[in-house]
């Protein structure tokens, strides 16, 4: 089992910074798991942010040039640096973590993960 706890979420006016930080326990494998984040507002489905596999990052398109996601393996914690936020940035951010991925789009879906945090909010003022 891996248990996933975020942290980091607050009130930001736009342009600001923030990083969120999602910190991992139990069988977590290290680099064998990849980790995703994923964000959601009320009545929509939950976003693709990006995600790290091995040393491979994907994001999308909307926050790439201004989000960074980076792995601190001996602090367990993967860590979601967001610049230049938007008011659209605006969500509950969740991280999720599964065994790697090997291929295709599979990172894309939220029910590729089999672990989630419990969700941070972020609030993006303009």
């Known amino acids: 089992q891996v248990q996933l706890v975020e942290s980091g979420g607050a009130s930001v006016q736009a342009g600001g910074s923030l990083r969120l930080s999602c910190a991992a326990s139990?069988?977590?494998?290290?680099?064998?798991?990849?980790v995703g984040w994923f964000r959601q507002t009320p009545g929509k489905e939950r976003e693709f942010v990006c995600v790290l596999n091995w040393n491979e990052r994907y994001y999308v398109d909307s926050v790439k040039g201004r989000f960074i996601i980076s792995r601190d393996n001996v602090e367990n914690t993967v860590y979601l640096q967001m610049n230049s936020l938007k008011p659209e940035d605006t969500a509950v951010y969740y991280c999720?973590?599964?065994?790697?991925?090997?291929?295709?789009?599979?990172?894309?879906?939220?029910?590729?993960?089999?672990?989630w945090g419990q969700g941070t909010q972020v609030t993006v003022s303009s």
């Open positions: 999720a973590a599964t065994p790697v991925f090997t291929g295709g789009y599979d990172y894309l879906r939220a029910t590729s993960y089999h672990y």
């Open positions: 139990g069988r977590t494998g290290g680099d064998h798991y990849a």
